[in-house]
Each structure stands twice: as C-alpha cells, then as structure tokens.
C-alpha cells in the first residue's frame, strides 16, 4: 500500500513552482443523476448524465515577488486564461494536472482570495474549476 506525505507535496506551473503554498486539495469528479422514474413507482430510478471535473484549492504565504507562480495565477483569474500546465503534486514526481487528449481540459483560477490578520503572515488562497477531467503523471 502506497502512502503520501504531504511534505513532498507541491503545486507548479509548468516548471514553476508556486511559492508559499502549503495546502492543495480536490473535490473530484461528480456525476449527475438522471430521475428516470415513472409515474406510479414505488421506488426512484436513475441513469448516469454528465460528468464534471470538479475544482482545486490551494493555498499558502503571499509572495508578491512570485511572479512565475501567485502573479501568474493571479493575472490568469483577471484574464480568464485557460491553464493546461498547472500541476498538483503528490510526491517528487506525479501529479495531477489537466487532461491534454481529446477532449482536451483546463483549470481556471475562478477566484483568489488575499487575507492579512495582525498574528499571521499575509496568506493567499486560489480556487479552480476544471473544465474536462484531470490525469495522474
């Protein structure tokens, strides 16, 4: 049984790591529910509609001299960019990262969120949606 440390854990884009993150997690694929149930049944039916990629969150210490990384993300939000080389990984060398065969996916950062507190350093979060599926490298 294979287990994961966080500590080797890292988010990049490309081959950029993204400075100061801590944390990154995934809400993953979900699947709609068709009812297929008919007039007079006692129990529910259903069928298996559309999948959806999910979304992404990761968060860490702010560093606005990360330009490769925070202000790439950041200008990607304002932008609306399409990003297929964002990169979560799990150890030194797989990750998850958007699926680039047919269909083709991409992560867009639909939010970020900047947060200072007079006990804390100045924390930055990002949020995701996946448009398509992710892959395991």
Known sequence: MATYSGRYATVKV??????????????????????????GSTWK???AGMSDGGQVSF???YDVSDTNGQALL?????NGTHLTSLRFYIDNTSYYSAELTTPASFIMITNYTLTHSK???ARI????????????D
């Open 14 to 39: 490309g081959t950029n790591t993204v400075v100061g993150m801590g944390t990154w997690s995934m809400d993953g694929v979900t699947l709609d529910e068709i009812d297929t149930t008919a007039f």
């Open 45 to 47: 039916t259903f069928e």
């Open 59 to 61: 968060d860490g210490y």
């Open 74 to 78: 950041i200008s990607a939000n304002n």
């Open 119 to 121: 006990d804390d350093i």
């Open 125 to 136: 979060s990002f949020t995701g949606k996946v448009s398509g599926k992710l892959r395991i």
